[in-house]
């Protein structure tokens, strides 16, 4: 079945750094777009960072751009996220999600119902 698996959530102090890990597996269709999205407590899910699976462009929210980077292994269908400079403000459930019937596009990546599929997520607390 359709499995999409976060890792490398944790503690750490502002200003120090994070990898965060999505594993893929069971997907018949393509996947075509992915993204990582976090919601902390009392807040909506916001979409952080998107990536077309075909063309490898990527895409970012303006509070993380410029310390995040998002990026993919096709070869062991494993998404990442790479934190840095990262601020209290980046603390919340960290998720990836994968979109099958249609890719990433500027207007769309960042809205949660843009995806068909979501990892259980994992916690990101920075003090």
């Known amino acids: 079945h359709v499995q999409l698996v976060e890792s490398g959530g944790g503690s750490v102090e502002a200003g120090r750094s994070l990898r965060l890990s999505c594993k893929a597996d069971g997907f018949t269709y393509l996947r075509n777009c992915m993204g990582w999205f976090r919601q902390a407590p009392g807040k909506e899910r916001e979409g952080v960072a998107g990536i077309s699976i075909h063309s490898g462009k990527t895409y970012y929210s303006d509070s993380v751009r410029g310390r995040f980077t998002i990026s993919q292994d096709n070869a062991k269908k494993t998404l990442f996220l790479q934190m840095n400079s990262l601020k209290p403000e980046d603390t919340a459930m960290y998720y990836c999600?994968?979109?099958?019937?249609?890719?990433?596009?500027?207007?769309?990546?960042?809205?949660?119902?843009?995806?068909?599929?979501w990892g259980q997520g994992t916690q990101v607390t920075v003090s």
């Open positions: 999600a994968a979109r099958c019937d249609g890719d990433c596009y500027s207007g769309s990546w960042p809205s949660p119902q843009s995806y068909n599929y």
